[in-house]
T-cell receptor, first 113, second 111 residues
């Protein structure tokens, strides 16, 4: 079974631009979570989607948004990029929000210049 | 919300020795405690987990222990090998809710 896939793997953007990242969960997994990973803050939860609905949201500004499609694929969008948004963005999937095991993708490395 | 603390932040051991990483959590409602291994350039990989109704779980050279009363859990790696070198993260979650992660431990196994 294929793992979680994320595209693109690397991205360079300029301050003020916006960016969209994509995540395809493991087949059969319907819950997708997004995390931001930085050296200083570690792994920080952004939001979780299930059945095309946002279930939980972390403590991030409204510039960070996401959505989920009927095939469980998810996208996250960051608008008006700031230098501090440079990070590894990780997507994780699990079968259902009440299931325990969560599996991560390889991440998208975003650099904002 | 939940607060997970992880120690140490860096750990160096000789090949063949054991390594222990410890985490504490604050929310007594947390009932699931996974451990992830992250190698350079890769996403975190789930290596072992434990639920609150179990005190210890072992998988070959890796074991995890949980003390619910003290709200702490630990990862034990025995007979360490160079390929065990990576960053390890602990996490805590309660059913249906988000995961809270520790800040990571960079483990170096010296050949």
């Amino acid at each position: 079974k294929a793992g979680v896939t994320q595209t693109p793997r690397y991205l360079i953007k300029t301050r003020g631009q916006q960016v969209t990242l994509s995540c395809s969960p493991i087949s059969g997994h319907r819950s997708v979570s997004w995390y931001q990973q930085t050296p200083g803050q570690g792994l920080q939860f952004l939001f979780e989607y299930f059945s095309e609905t946002q279930r939980n949201k972390g403590n991030f500004p409204g510039r960070f948004s996401g959505r989920q499609f009927s095939n469980s694929r998810s996208e996250m969008n960051v608008s008006t990029l700031e230098l501090g948004d440079s990070a590894l963005y990780l997507c994780a999937s699990r079968t259902h929000p009440a299931s325990y095991e969560q599996y991560f993708g390889p991440g998208t490395r975003l650099t904002v210049t | 919300g939940e607060n997970v603390e992880q120690h140490p932040s860096t750990l160096s051991v000789q090949e063949g020795d054991s390594a222990v990483i410890k985490c504490t959590y604050s929310d007594s409602a947390s009932n699931y405690f996974p451990w992830y291994k992250q190698e350079l350039g890769k996403g975190p990989q789930l290596i072992i987990d434990i639920r609150s109704n179990v005190g210890e779980k072992k998988d070959q050279r890796i074991a995890v222990t949980l003390n619910k009363t003290a709200k702490h859990f630990s990862l034990h790696i025995t007979e360490t090998q160079p390929e065990d070198s990576a960053v390890y993260f602990c996490a805590a979650s309660s059913t249906g809710n988000q995961f809270y992660f520790g800040t990571g431990t960079s483990l170096t196994v010296i050949p």
